[in-house]
C-alpha cells in the first residue's frame, strides 16, 4: 500500500511539472492537468481499503509542491483538497454506476469516464481551484478560471485515464510478441504522419488547416481495430503529446491559427480529446461485437460436445473448458451424486481462490440464477435442472482484473445450463431405452428357446405322421394338409431361428464354423430346395453360374442361411415373376446376384432395409419379422464380403453378395464382431 501510494505521488508530481509547462497567464490553471487521469486510475485499478493512503498522497503531492513554489499554504490546501475530491469523486461515482475493472470493453465504460469522471468529478476541483487562485491573486475572473480549471481537468481526464486503465493490469495478450511488434510498428507510423502534418510553420489556406490534423484518423482507427482499447489509447498518446509539443511551438495546424497560445493549446487538446473518444467508443463497440460472436461461437460448439456423445461424464468437462478462458476466468459444474451429495465433476481453470469465491453462494445448489461482484472478482451462478428440479450447478467466475460477469454472462450461463440438463435428461432417456431394449431381448430370447423345443418336437410328430400316412397310401387331400402343416411348423421353426441369430449377434456369440464350400453347388442346392415353393407363388427360379465351380473357405450353414433369405426374399415379393440368379467369380470374390421382378424399394428404403426389424413395405401386406436381410448383411459382413441392393418403386430389385473366396486357413473358428443394441 505504502509502495502505491509513493509511486502515485510520484507520478502525480512528474506529470504536474510537465502540465504546468501548459500554463497561459492571465489564467492560473495549465490548460491539460496530466495528474487528474493519473490519480482516477490508481483509485480504479486499487480496492478501497487502499483508497486513503492514495489520497493521503495526491494531497500531499499538490499542497507540497505547491508550498514550495512560494504559494500561500491556504491556497495550497485548497487546491489539495480540489485534486482529493475530483479523484474520490470520479472513482467513487464510476465505481457505483459502471461497476467492476473499467477496460473499456463496453461503451458504458467510455461513457463512464467521460460523463462521470471527466464533466461531474472534475467540479469540486474546479470550483476550488478557481476559490484558490481568487484567494491568492485576487482580481480574477471567476468564470474564467473556473472553466479553464475544469477543462484542464477534464482534458487530463480524458487523456491519462484511458491509457493507464487499458494497460493495467497488462493481462495475457501483451506477453504476445508479434501482437506488440505490430502495435509497434503501428504507433511509430502514427508518430510519422503526426509529425509530418504537425511540422507546417508558414501559413496555409484555412480550409487546409482545418483538414490536415484528420489524416491521422485512419491510423487510430486501425489502432483501435487492430487492438482494442489498448491501441486506441496508446495511438492517442503519441498523436496527442506530438500535437501538443508541435502547437506550444507555434506549429502545425492549430500552431499557425490566429489566436492566443492557450487558445491554441486548447484546441488541440480538444481535437485530441475527441479523437481519443471516438476511438476508444469504437473499439469498445468492436469489443462488444466480438464477445457476442464469442458467446455464439462457445454455444455453437457446446451444443455440438453435447450432442457428440451421450456420456455426460465426457462432454461436461470439455463444454468446461470451452468457456474458459473466452468467457471468463473459471467455471466449474458441480452435480447431485446418488447419496445426495454435491460434488464437483467437470471444472477448468478452477483455483482455491475461485473456490472460496463461492463461499455463501454453494451450496446448497441455487434455486434461480445468481450474480455477484467482490473484491476478488465478479461470478455467475445457475442451477442445472431435470424434470423440474434442481440436479446441479454453473459457476462462472471472473477474477478482478476482469471484465465482470454481467446480464450477458448470466444468459449465456443459463442456456449452457439448460443445454447440459438436456443433455443428461436425454442421456438418462437413452440408459432407460438401452435397458428396455436388453429386456425386450432377453424376453424374446428367452421366449425363443422356450418356442424351440415344443416346434422340434411337433416337427418330428408331423413328419412321422406324415411317412405313415404314405405307407397306408391315405389319401392325397389328407397328406397335401398335413404337408402344409408341415411348411407352417418349418416356417415358424425359422422364424424362432432368426430371433435366436440376432440375440447371439448382439452378444457377440455368432459363431463361423469355416470349411472348403463349394459355392455353386451350394447355390444349386438351394434353388432346388426352393423350386417348390416359387412354383406355389408363380415364379420361375433361373440359375446361371460359370464353370469351374466357384469355391472358398467360409460357414455353410451360415451361406446357406443367407441364400435362403435372399432366395425366400425374391420368392415373396416377386410373385408371378421370374427370379434371376447368377453366380460369378470376379477378381478373387464370388458374386451372387439375386433380381426379382416385383414391387421394388423405394430408394429411401434402400439402406434401412438391412437394420434389424425393419421393413420397406407394411406387414398387413406381406408377413415376416424384418431380420431376414440383417442377418444375411451380418452373416456376409463376418465373412469379410458385403452386400447392397439397387432397386426403383414398382421396378423390381437385385441384391448383390459378394464374398472373398480365397480367405485365409486361420479364420477357420472366427466369431462374428459383437452388435450394439438399438
Known sequence: MARRAMLLALCFVALKYLSLRFVFPPVMSAVLWLPAGVSLAFLLRSPTRMWPALL?????????????????????????????????????????????PVLFHRVRDVAGVLVLGGLVGTLPSALLGAVGAGLWVGAVSFRDEFLAWWLSD????????????TWWPLGREVRDSRRLAELGALLALVAGVTILIFQRSGAAPLGLLATLPYAAFPLVIAAALRHGSRGASSAILVMGTLAVAYTSGGRGPFGVLPMSAAERILAVQVFVAVLSLTALTLAAVVAERRRVEVFQRVLATAGAELASSPDWGATLPRVVRLIVPELCAGAAIWMVDTQDMVRRVAASGWTPGREAALRGQLPPLPCEPRRWRGHSGSGVLVPLRVRGGVVGALALVADAEDPPLGRREALLAEDLARRCAMAMENARLLDEAHEAIGARDDFISVAAHELRTPLATLTLRVQNLLSQLRRAGEQEGVLERLGFISRQVARLTGLVERVLDVGRVNAGTLELRREQVDLTALVEACVDRLADEAVRSGCELRLRTEAPHVSGWMDRGRVEQALT????????????????????????????????????IPPEALERIFGRFERAVSSHQYGGLGLGLFLTRQIVEAHGGSIHVESEAGAGATFVLELPVQPSQSLQREPARPQPGV
Not at 61 to 90: D, F, H, K, S, Y
Not at 95 to 100: A, E, I, P
Open 56 to 100: 493521503a498522497a495526491v494531497f500531499v503531492a499538490e499542497a507540497g509542491t505547491v508550498v514550495l513554489e512560494g504559494i500561500p499554504a491556504p491556497v495550497a490546501a485548497i487546491w489539495g483538497v480540489g485534486n482529493v475530491l475530483r479523484t474520490l469523486l470520479g472513482a467513487a461515482l464510476l465505481r457505483r454506476f459502471v461497476g467492476g
Open 154 to 165: 477534464l482534458l487530463g481526464t480524458v487523456l491519462m485515464a484511458p491509457l493507464l486503465l
Open 565 to 600: 433369405h435372399l432366395l425366400g426374399n425374391a420368392i415373396k415379393f416377386g410373385i408371378g415373376a421370374p427370379v434371376d440368379v447368377e453366380l460369378v467369380q470376379v477378381d478373387g470374390r464370388a458374386r451372387l446376384t439375386v433380381t426379382d421382378h416385383g414391387i421394388g
